[in-house]
């Protein structure tokens, strides 16, 4: 397998430290960040190499040797690490779903903290289509930002890649499209892929995502099938019923709580109303479309164009009188841009 660098995506002037490379896939790009040591005006990936063939890829097998000489010996104390020191912890993004106004899109970027050599990952597994949503999100983002967007499409064959796996642990933003939750954790669940993610998490990056990419967030997901008997359906969720709601595991990125998308607009109620009969020590949050979350810590705050849905239970435990469930004492928040909550 020949080994390329991919320049087409590189900001025009962007210090010559980070360096993308990348395998003949016309899907992804999987850079490999390379720290230099600090100076007053880094050199650029102009000054390194050698002019561009047209089509934007030249082969490593000739220059790599020049740049990673430069690189090693005429920049010492090179690290391979992130561009700025991280903080204790991340935070998430988590969208209903549905649109994405440029003002969401906007505060996404800020809560990033993006700094102009950081680089956004898009994980786009839970669409049957990854290409197409890594395109229109792309679209969005470039509104916003000027940083490289990275299309990181993992599949059951590459997620041991150690360039792809260091790639995206040092992504200051990482996003997680819609589509199919299911399908995602799939390729994504116990993997190194997985642990990347939390350790991206952990020192400092923000985590988002919409819509499936906002039910993997939780520990405990709600994968939008339901039980009937021995069997397992799609869910169309006409009641509401304790063992009814089918959950799976998740990324775990929030423990105490579990997270529903579209949820006014799909009107989800009984879906989750279920799951909080069934866990009542979580609390359930609806997010409604082009409506989002920002996580920092235990505190939360209501971002966007609708409302989100708080459901927690401060009674007993809940009664099961078959064929339905007795419930009392359930606190219902309905929220809006700028209200705080507390997750448990």
Known sequence: MLVVLRVKDIPSGSPAGIIFLSYQRPT???PAV?????????PTIADLLPPIHPNGYIHVMKYL?????????????IQAQSSKPLSAKGKLFIIGGGSRPPDLMQLMIETAALSKTDYIIV???SSAEPDSSFFYLKKDLARTCNNAIINM????ADVNNPLMLDSLKKARLIF??????????????????HKAIEAAYKGGSTIAGT??????????????????GDSLLTGTFKKIALNYVDLQEGLGLIDNAIIDQHFIARSRYNRLLSVLATHPSLACIGIDEG???VVAGKTARVAGLSQVIKLSYTGHPPVAAKPIVNMRNIRLDILTRGDHFTLP
């Open 153 to 156: 499409n993992f599949t059951s």
């Open 34 to 42: 390379f720290q230099l040591s600090s100076k007053k005006s880094p």
């Open 211 to 228: 819509s499936a990419g906002a039910a993997v967030m939780s520990r405990q997901m709600i994968t939008g099938k339901e039980y009937s």
């Open 291 to 293: 409506t989002a979350i």
């Open 123 to 125: 994980l786009p597994m």
């Open 28 to 30: 992804a790009i999987l």
């Open 65 to 77: 040797f020049t740049v990673m000489l430069y690189l090693f010996t005429v920049t010492p104390g």
């Open 176 to 193: 997680i499209t819609g589509g199919d939750q299911n399908r995602f954790m799939k390729v994504v669940l116990h993997t190194p892929v």
